[in-house]
């Protein structure tokens, strides 16, 4: 390192992020303290002052080394912070500041929303923000928020939110690309409306009856866990959606034609079939399909899933390539009718693989017929995984079903394997 130039040994030390690190570097000799204020990255981990015995605050050293830095590009800080604290950092790095991520730890303090300014309400300094991501937030009342112009991403991860707070902190950053709410409980009702949002990963922590709204003409992908009531009208590029509803029960989807989709996951204890008659009848030009739903049926009653023609399914759906059935639409295609309309000449096109978990003997004979007529029609296929998941049962049918599920393998070891 001594017999390189200044400007590489800057350009090595400006790879430096951790705060540690860098306040070591910092000691080793004049020549690497004033490299040091090049770096464009810092990072706190969370254990960054456990062991600091030092007359000054963290937030105060935190100040200090910040004010050495000429031109600071990404801040993470996961290590306690206070907002005068934060205020006082943004203050100084602000006008180059594009990304910034904090580990806020107010999502249990009701005296937060009454501070002022509130950690949320500092933000507002960093006009000059690209990506944002927050945790463990309380967003109780609207953020004071001027407009973010450049920013493309926010993910708030652990957060307890009301529904103007969040429609607040939406408006404020007209231009996103990315969104992720993950694990964020207290929403009942949200509406999102970004005109370049390209990727929306939603998760609402609860009883699962949120309803969600989205217009964003230009969305590729949509995943949602814990909403009721969907809508979603603009679906042009929609290339990739996740619907899920661990807590709940899926009752109302709305949803423009999805000519784009290629993959689609449906997961959850119930949803209305009229819910999920209409996703497999607008999904129609879909490539990945995973579905995992236990149940159907409307309010509290519990229903299997009513007969699935098993022709019809795979001509509704020509472009199917792999698709994974578990549980109730799998019984749904296992019915005594579901292959009575098979005609001569008909196949499965594109069909490569099949993923299906059995859990019950029950229709052992239709169950078989299913996997057999898969491996039929299915003239491209490459791999038949069946996992055979708790299977409890004294009656012999359970052997029988078992041995039965063995021969298929046997028969067909090439595509077909047991997990």
Known sequence: MESLPDAIVQYILSHLNNARDVALCNCVSKRWKESLPYIRSLYFPRNSFDSHSGSDSPDTVIWKMLSTIVRLEELVVYSPFTSAGLASWLLLVHSSLKHLELRMDNITE?????????????????????????????????????????????????????????????????????????????????SIELPFLEQCKLDFYGLGNCSLSVTCPKIELLEVQGCSWIRVRETACLRSLSIANNAGRVYMVDFGKLSALEFLSMRGVQWCWDAIS??????????????????????????????????????????????????????????????????????????????????????????????????????????????????????????????????????????????
């Open 110 to 190: 009701h005296q937060t929303c009454l501070d002022a300014p509130s950690k949320l309400d500092c933000i507002s300094v960093a006009k000059n923000l690209e990506s944002l991501k927050l945790w463990g937030v309380l967003m109780a009342n609207p953020p004071k928020w001027d407009v973010f112009k450049d920013l493309k991403s926010l993910e708030i991860v652990g957060a307890r939110l009301e529904d103007p707070a969040l429609s607040s902190a939406l408006r404020a950053c007209p231009n996103l690309t990315n969104l992720v709410l993950l694990g964020c409980e207290g929403i009942r009702s949200v």
């Open 278 to 419: 209409k996703m497999l009848e607008w999904s129609s030009e879909v490539k990945h399909l995973y579905m995992k739903v236990e149940f159907t049926g409307d309010l509290e009653t519990l229903l299997p899933f009513p007969e699935v023609d098993f022709v019809e399914f795979f001509n509704s759906h020509p472009k199917l390539q792999k698709f994974d059935i578990h549980g109730a639409m799998f019984a749904a295609l296992c019915q005594k009718n579901s292959l009575k309309n098979v005609e001569p000449g008909f196949v499965i096109p594109c069909l490569e693989e099949v993923v299906v978990q059995v859990r019950s003997p029950l229709n052992a004979e239709q169950k078989m017929s299913t996997l057999e007529s898969l491996l039929k029609y299915g003239k491209n296929l490459k791999t038949m995984v069946i996992r055979i998941l708790q299977m409890k049962s004294s009656h012999s049918s359970t052997d029988d079903f078992f041995d039965e599920i063995c021969r298929l393998r046997f028969m067909n070891r090439k595509v077909v394997r047991i997990e």
